[in-house]
Nanobody
Framework: VQVVESGGELVQPGGSLKLSCRVS????????IGWHRQAPGKQRELVAV???????SYGNSPEGRFTIARDNAQKRVYLQMNNLQPEDTAVYYC?????????WGQGTQVTVSS
């Protein structure tokens, strides 16, 4: 199983980024896929998750600025992030979850700074 994130980079406050997570080696459509993030000195937190049913949940931090979407044909989940702020700076991780089974990616760095 491989979980690979991409799209993180340095962006100015108020800017946008779109992260991508590709999952291979599993029957993608039956897995719940989520984005989590970890800022320096802080615990890892849920950003958003899209379940195999299509239902979506968001963590507290994005406050309506982030949108998660999945493309089962491409085996990808995307995280569109708008109006980014310095407090969004973190390593963003993708996790594939099916019952007790879970697989994490290595993360992609998002830095919001002027």
């Amino acid at each position: 199983v491989q979980v690979v994130e991409s799209g993180g980079e340095l962006v100015q406050p108020g800017g946008s980024l779109k992260l991508s997570c590709r999952v291979s080696g599993v029957f993608f459509s039956v897995w719940d896929i989520g984005w989590h993030r970890q800022a320096p000195g802080k615990q890892r937190e849920l950003v958003a998750v899209v379940r195999r049913s299509g239902t979506i949940s968001y963590g507290n931090s994005p406050e309506g600025r982030f949108t998660i979407a999945r493309d089962n044909a491409q085996k990808r989940v995307y995280l569109q992030m708008n109006n980014l702020q310095p407090e969004d700076t973190a390593v963003y991780y993708c996790k594939a979850n099916l019952g007790p089974r879970e697989h994490w990616g290595q993360g992609t760095q998002v830095t919001v700074s002027s």
